[in-house]
Nanobody
Framework: QVQLVESGGGLGQAGGSLRLSCAASGRTSSSAVMGWFRQAPGKEREFVSAISTSGRSTYYVDAVKGRFTISRDNAKNTVFLQMNSLKLEDTAVYYC????????????????????WGQGTQVTVSS
């Protein structure tokens, strides 16, 4: 019902910035809670951030709080992850995810709480 395509990944320098985008089609992002996850080589997929359907509520894991900002443009069915002050530890494949069933964005989430996923975009941070 929802198709997601990430873009904006690539090479970044420690201390620099990247902005990831997630374009949604099918059901619009305005009807879905959206999230970002990341997975480093040999590691499990981990939650990064989520945003409510309206965009008024957001949640971040401590590792990225104050550095990353999730936002959405419902008119364009697009979700963003602005990544500032990049660290080497941010290197991972970043995945956009959508969940149509409502939940309140006040907590971290598990991957199985999101039904729809993009293919991922690689982010590599170098020193």
């Amino acid at each position: 019902q929802v198709q997601l395509v990430e873009s904006g990944g690539g090479l970044g320098q420690a201390g620099g910035s990247l902005r990831l985008s997630c374009a949604a089609s099918g059901r619009t992002s305005s009807s879905a809670v959206m999230g970002w996850f990341r997975q480093a080589p040999g590691k499990e997929r981990e939650f990064v951030s989520a945003i409510s359907t309206s965009g008024r509520s957001t949640y971040y894991v401590d590792a990225v709080k104050g550095r990353f900002t999730i936002s959405r443009d419902n008119a364009k069915n697009t979700v963003f992850l602005q990544m500032n002050s990049l660290k080497l530890e941010d290197t991972a494949v970043y995945y956009c995810a959508a969940e149509l069933r409502p939940w309140t964005v006040v907590r971290p989430a598990l991957p199985n709480e999101f039904r729809y996923w993009g293919q991922g975009t690689q982010v590599t941070v170098s020193s």
